[in-house]
């Protein structure tokens, strides 16, 4: 044998070598493998959720444990290698399996997409199915499609859950919804619900429950919350122990009353309930409903005492009552029944009461009550019952039904009419005589329609006579033939035949028209006044006239004697008024032409001392006649007046200083003024002087001292109140009062207070005219003067004034203009007086003054100066001029010079009573007698104020 060299063999060995060791690393790879197998298996099968895997083919390459335990097969044997695509996958909608081309696991092992199905169905072994969710994911291996593996998860679970999470959610819908329907269920009846808790006395209550008891709405609250709100007299019914029963033995099905806790309001409530029992039979919970049966209880009281005032009613009335069933028998009858038949209950009621009736009466009584009980109409007839003497009387039966359901219960009343009867007997027997009367009293008709003096007429509604009583032929000449067939109105004066148609017409609609008077003709041609009274039927209009010209005649000789009174009463007054002048102005003339001769006298003498002692006593006078002649214009209602906004606190502000000093230490001063007090319309200097004048009177009301008190104040007056009062219009004024807490006034004094020179003070102390001054103005300027007085306790004067619109006018008011120079310029005025010495006094003093002047004595003298081409820069004139008056000479001044300033003069004039409606723009007034200095101070002022206007346009600019 031979032996190979160890050289030979090292490559055998080698090689096998290498062999074995790759055969150990082959192994340690395929333990390597099934390890990972194993673990990837234990991975597999340790999931919840079920894997298989299929090849193109369909079958089943691959499953883990989850797989078979969810479609119920016992081991991997049973699936492996086969196609499970019809057992498995959802069935549609015709209950057959899905075909494998469109099964979406089928799809992704032969297209490689991948796919999610979400609610789909798998069948287990047995044939049941169950909800899944699965996903599907294709195989490559070696970028080989080799198939696709299925992952599910059964979410019978989750599906069961979302069931039941719906069923909760809408049986809680359901629940929350029938709260809601119980709620307003509850609300709407009033009812309340409870469950009160016997052992432990709280109370699980409704919110209707606790507004039913006036409490605080709470889920739970104490019994001892509710028991203190029971009345004391229907306690007992709903008791603490009754409300809280241990035995079981309680009322629950009771009505009482509470005083609610929040309004204290009594209430009635009506409880129902019922008890719950533990197993020993115990009652542990009371649970039931209340609710306010307040208005039942009333009507049910209302109709207890309804039937109780009928019953006494019934038993008061002295008729006989009765009722009766719907069959017809008396079920109850007044005392008056018992007493009138004599018979008791037992032998009256039912169909007893048909024993009462007169033999002769009764089938016809049963005959009538028969159809009234079957048709359940009124019942009404006449019928004798007998009493209980034995005697029969006639009686007025009345019955009617009142239906409830149906059924008709009868109210009945029996009244006797036997004197009525025999009333009827006799009016039988007096109609039997009644054509003798009837013409008896035409006779008696006829008689007076002959002998009546005044004047009867029956005619038409159209007027037309048809019968005339002799009176016409005694007063009027007219016969009966004459005037039948003739129109009323053809008789009629011409002036009243307009008022007589509309009273015919009247009577023609049926109203029967008040006395009315009219005029009718004479047959002589003569009229005589009738007063008429007429009444209208359906076809005829009757009439009764009187000759009243005889009380026409002495009512007008009255009035006309009235009239002649009231003329001598005016002119006592005006001999009265004259003789105050008189003797005022004698005065002042006599201090006027004495101080001028005294002068005059001094000066031939070649004196002058003490010369200007005299002129100022003259001037004095003078100032003096100008006052008595301001306050006879403002009693005559005719001095000139502007009218402004005034405020009257202020005005009375102004004043206080002066009036402390000239009432007096002895005279208490107080001011009252309101801050709301409304602007006023009116002249302020005459109302200071007013003002001022009451203040005066008022201190000499005090000689002994005492308060006086100025108040203003708002007031409104209504048409009920100026209706009382000529001339005052409603509205709003401001009021200025003057009170004092002097010795007063009598009634008589009070009476005659504002007449002219009436004066309660000693001869040379007063005039007579303040207070008639006062209520002059007052009543020029619109306004009003209320005076009271009382003996002992002092007198007030309150004097109403207009109130102004505008506000910012009181400060344009208060603000004086500034002062211009006096002297003149130059500048033309032409002067209009038509008295020589006015005139005369007033051009020397405007040429003093360095003005030219032109002087015109009337209207026609005047208005060819104005027409010239002079040149005018002012027009002076006086108010109350012949002829032309100042106003209509201004008017025609400015047709030719438009804007020419004119400067008014006046003394008195009706039209120039109040500046503001008699005053145009550019136009100003002053008051004779006038200091030349304040004539001075006005002209210069409106040359100041005004641009040259008086010059003529030239020609062709006008």
Known sequence: MNFARPTDLWPV????????????????????????QAFTRLLLDSSSEGFYAV?????????????????????????????LHPNIPQAQADDTRDLALACPIQQAALTGQSAYAAGAVFYRKNGTSFPVDYRVEPIWRMGILEGAICTFRDTSERLLGEQIKQAREKAESDLREMHDQLRLAEAAGGIGTFLLDIRSGTVVASAEFCRLFGLPVSRTLPAGMVEPLLDKDTAGLASPDASRPQDGEALLNVEYRIKKADTGEIRWISRRAELVRDERNQPVWMRGVVQDVTERKLAEATLQESESRFRVLAQAVPNQVWSATPEGKLDWVNQKVFDYSGLDEEKLLGDDWAQLVHPADLPRVNAEWLHSLQHKTRYETEFRLRRHDGSYRWHLVRALP????????????????????????????????????????????????RLSTDLILAAGLDGIISSANPAWEQLLGWTEDELIGRPLAHLVHDDDRLDTAAEIQKLRLGRSPERFENRYRHKDGSYRTIAWIAVPDSERIHAVGRDISIERESAQ???ETEERLRQSQKMEAIGQLTGGIAHDFNNLLQGISGSIEVV???????????????????THSTRRAAALIHRLLAFARRQSLESKAVDINRLVGSMEELMRRTLGEHIELVVAADEGLWLARSDDNQLESAVLNLAVNARDAMPRGGTLTIRTANATLEPGYTRLHEGLQPGRYAVISVSDTGTGMTPDVLARVFEPFFTTKPIGQGTGLGLSMIYGFAKQSGGHVRIHSQIGQGTEVSLYVPCHSDAAAVQASSEAPPAGRLQGEGETLLVVEDDPAVRMIVLDELNELGYTTLEAMDGPTALPILQSSQKIDLLISDVGLPGLNGRQIAEIGRQHRPGLPVLFMTGYAQSAAARSEFLAPGMEMISKPFSMDEMAAKIRDMLSSNAPAGAVPAPGNT
């Open 600 to 618: 005059r006298g001094r000066l031939a003498s070649g004196r002058t001392e003490d010369i200007d002692h005299f002129m100022d006593s003259a």
């Open 557 to 559: 000789a009255l009035k």
């Open 13 to 36: 060995s080698e090689t096998t070598q290498r062999v074995r060791d790759a055969q150990q690393a082959l192994a340690a790879k395929e333990a390597a493998l099934r390890n990972e």
């Open 402 to 449: 009142n239906v409830l359901e149906g059924a008709a219960r009868w109210l009945g009343s029996n009244t006797d009419i036997q004197e009525q009867k025999a009333a009827q007997a006799d009016l039988a027997q007096l109609n039997a005589t009644l054509e003798e009367r009837v013409e008896q009293r035409t006779r008696d008709r006829d008689r007076m329609w």
């Open 55 to 83: 090849d193109r083919n369909g079958a089943t390459t691959l499953c883990n444990a989850a797989f078979l335990n969810l479609l119920g097969y016992g081991s991997a044997d049973e699936v492996m290698g086969r196609r």
